[in-house]
């Protein structure tokens, strides 16, 4: 049942936008959390503020202007679409999150680093990242799951059934007389084992890299 109605696909669609959402947004704001907090740090509060500000505004509220604009870059019924919309919500509150983060790394360590040749880059790379990894482990949990349950835009942005995410997948099978709950249940369970597999493989992450980075 689940195979006829190409809800794999659907899966499948889901897992492939929300990893590439989650990708792009851990390393962009990895980058803009740290430039802020070390190169922008008398301004750093007002960025916050206008980071989270984004937030004030309902998914709803902006549904109309991001159609109009998909259509009109003619990116309705492409991944690439769903992303950038995905990314304009997600980013922001990346670096709102990790802006905490990289405010807790000891500028005496990456001063010493410095002092041994380390040039700002393998600064950043070497020992600030290993030392707020479980800030960047939590971020791309959490955009990954934001991003592969999130259903408005996916309904307004796909509507070709062998494009559509999972959450747009499982809408469809709730018939307009009759629901299977059979079908319905059963999908709902392959739905949630994404999140909980990627939670299982990078969970390790959050309790390692505390002190790896100190040591380096």
Request: glycine fraction near 8%.
């Amino acid at each position: 049942m689940i195979e006829e109605i190409g809800f794999l696909t659907n899966l499948k669609n889901s897992l492939l936008i929300a990893g590439c959402s989650t990708v792009i947004t851990v390393v962009v704001s990895m980058l803009g959390a740290y430039g802020i907090v070390r190169f922008f740090p008398r301004v750093g509060k007002q960025l916050t503020k206008i980071l989270i500000g984004t937030y004030m505004f309902p998914p709803i509220l902006l549904a109309i202007p991001y159609t109009i604009t998909m259509v009109k870059l003619g990116l309705m019924n492409s991944y690439i679409g769903l992303i950038i919309a995905y990314l304009s919500f997600s980013i922001p509150y990346a670096i709102w999150m990790l802006i905490g983060f990289f405010q807790t790394v000891p500028i005496g360590v990456e001063e010493a680093a410095a002092v041994d040749g380390a040039n700002r880059f393998r600064v950043f790379w070497q020992i600030s990242v290993p030392i707020v990894l479980p800030g960047i482990v939590a971020t791309a949990v959490y955009t990954f799951i934001n991003t592969f349950n999130e259903f408005l835009y996916a309904l307004l942005f796909i509507t070709e059934s062998d494009r559509m995410p999972v959450a747009v997948g499982l809408y469809s099978l709730q018939g307009s007389e009759v629901l299977d709950w059979g079908a319905m249940m059963a999908a709902s369970v392959i739905v949630i084992v994404p999140s909980v597999v990627f939670f299982m493989v990078i969970q390790k992450h959050i309790s390692g890299g505390l002190s790896e980075g100190s040591v380096k």
